[in-house]
């Protein structure tokens, strides 16, 4: 974000507070909504290098709704003006960020050149900081939700009918509230947790997120210890929730935020864990290391005033997780 939004969700005592979503409506199959679950009327806008909005880029691939739910991706370098629809090759280093204006807009739906005018578009008077994701209804030219706690079971449930993996159930009722309980202690210390640390302007704020967030690990790693995944043997919504923080952990969070207690490579359960779920099929193509790495490192100015984007660290995602003993 940039250094206007950043400091708008900030406290006195230097602690980062993030916004509330804008848009909460709810797709239904039962018509207990304006908005009928219908493939093709629905399209989402993600960033590959955000987490929140990967997690619902990975549940509508896992689910098989690709030809029901159509996705722009915006490109990684976001300024005062927010999210772009350009081409991504325009904001590679090396490039002039002068240059980012000339741009034509990849939005297929309404040529938008900036996620902001989405919003606009469904509020006027809207005046937060733009985040993704977002699903946008293509018949009423609105915003539906911009909330992936939202989106989510929404893909997970209400799209079944055109779903390919129609038996694919993310959100188990069994486990329900066990499930629950545990989303919203990995958002609290561990997804939420690295930005409490990353964004913080003091130095304590800084330090009790950071022992949080490495106290939380810890205790992940312990779960995993004697369980393949979160909740045995069966992947669920939490697992992706805990995977796209693990895995940009090493490769900006350690060094860009001063998460560097530890890097995930230094848990044998955590990492293992995560390999084993990258090499899940269909996985790996949600997942781009250089929009991770450009997003952070270009956008986040007050924090990389140079904007130089690291080579590495260099990753092995393809080695066996070890993770099938369990």
């Given at each position: 974000?940039?250094?206007?939004?950043?400091?708008?969700?900030?406290?006195?005592?230097?602690?980062?507070?993030?916004?509330?979503?804008?848009?909460?409506?709810?797709?239904?199959?039962?018509?207990?909504?304006?908005?009928?679950?219908?493939?093709?009327?629905?399209?989402?806008?993600?960033?590959?290098?955000?987490?929140?909005?990967?997690?619902?880029?990975?549940?509508?691939?896992?689910?098989?709704?690709?030809?029901?739910?159509?996705?722009?991706?915006?490109?990684?370098?976001?300024?005062?003006?927010?999210?772009?629809?350009?081409?991504?090759?325009?904001?590679?280093p090396g490039n002039s960020l002068k240059d980012?204006?000339?741009?034509?807009?990849?939005?297929?739906?309404?040529?938008?050149?900036?996620?902001?005018?989405?919003?606009?578009?469904?509020?006027?008077?809207?005046?937060?900081?733009?985040?993704?994701?977002?699903?946008?209804?293509?018949?009423?030219?609105?915003?539906?939700?911009?909330?992936?706690?939202?989106?989510?079971?929404?893909?997970?449930?209400?799209?079944?009918?055109?779903?390919a993996n129609k038996d694919l159930d993310l959100?188990?009722?069994?486990?329900?509230?066990?499930?629950?309980?545990?989303?919203?202690?990995?958002?609290?210390?561990?997804?939420?947790?690295?930005?409490?640390?990353?964004?913080?302007?003091?130095?304590?704020?800084?330090?009790?997120?950071?022992?949080?967030?490495?106290?939380?690990?810890e205790e992940m790693e312990k779960r995993l210890?004697?369980?393949?995944?979160?909740?045995?043997?069966?992947?669920?919504?939490?697992?992706?929730?805990?995977?796209?923080?693990?895995?940009?952990?090493?490769?900006?969070?350690?060094?860009?935020?001063?998460?560097?207690?530890?890097?995930?490579?230094?848990?044998?359960?955590?990492?293992?864990?995560?390999?084993?779920?990258?090499?899940?099929?269909?996985?790996?193509?949600?997942?781009?290391?250089?929009?991770?790495?450009?997003?952070?490192?270009?956008?986040?100015?007050?924090?990389?005033?140079?904007?130089?984007?690291?080579?590495?660290?260099?990753?092995?995602?393809?080695?066996?997780?070890?993770?099938?003993?369990?």
């Amino acid at each position: 974000m940039s250094s206007s939004h950043l400091s708008s969700e900030q406290t006195a005592a230097g602690e980062f507070q993030r916004q509330e979503d804008a848009f909460r409506d709810w797709i239904s199959n039962d018509g207990s909504t304006p908005y009928p679950a219908t493939a093709g009327r629905y399209h989402l806008y993600v960033s590959l290098a955000c987490p929140w909005a990967s997690r619902t880029v990975i549940v509508r691939k896992l689910k098989g709704l690709v030809h029901a739910i159509g996705i722009t991706v915006v490109d990684p370098f976001r300024d005062e003006r927010g999210w772009a629809f350009r081409d991504p090759e325009l904001s590679k280093p090396g490039n002039s960020l002068k240059d980012l204006d000339k741009f034509e807009s990849t939005d297929p739906n309404n040529r938008f050149r900036y996620l902001r005018e989405a919003y606009l578009a469904t509020d006027p008077n809207f005046n937060g900081r733009v985040t993704v994701p977002v699903l946008w209804d293509k018949e009423l030219r609105k915003i539906v939700n911009n909330c992936e706690d939202d989106i989510c079971p929404m893909l997970n449930s209400v799209f079944t009918e055109f779903a390919a993996n129609k038996d694919l159930d993310l959100f188990p009722k069994d486990i329900e509230q066990e499930h629950a309980t545990l989303s919203d202690f990995l958002y609290e210390h561990i997804n939420n947790g690295v930005y409490r640390a990353g964004f913080a302007t003091r130095q304590r704020p800084y330090e009790r997120a950071c022992q949080r967030l490495f106290d939380a690990l810890e205790e992940m790693e312990k779960r995993l210890s004697s369980s393949r995944y979160l909740f045995g043997n069966r992947i669920v919504e939490a697992d992706w929730r805990l995977f796209c923080t693990l895995i940009r952990f090493d490769v900006v969070y350690h060094g860009h935020f001063k998460c560097n207690l530890r890097r995930i490579i230094d848990y044998p359960n955590l990492h293992g864990y995560m390999l084993d779920l990258y090499q899940e099929a269909g996985i790996a193509e949600t997942v781009n290391i250089d929009h991770i790495k450009r997003h952070y490192y270009m956008t986040h100015e007050e924090i990389n005033p140079a904007r130089i984007v690291p080579l590495g660290p260099v990753l092995d995602l393809a080695r066996p997780s070890g993770r099938d003993r369990l």
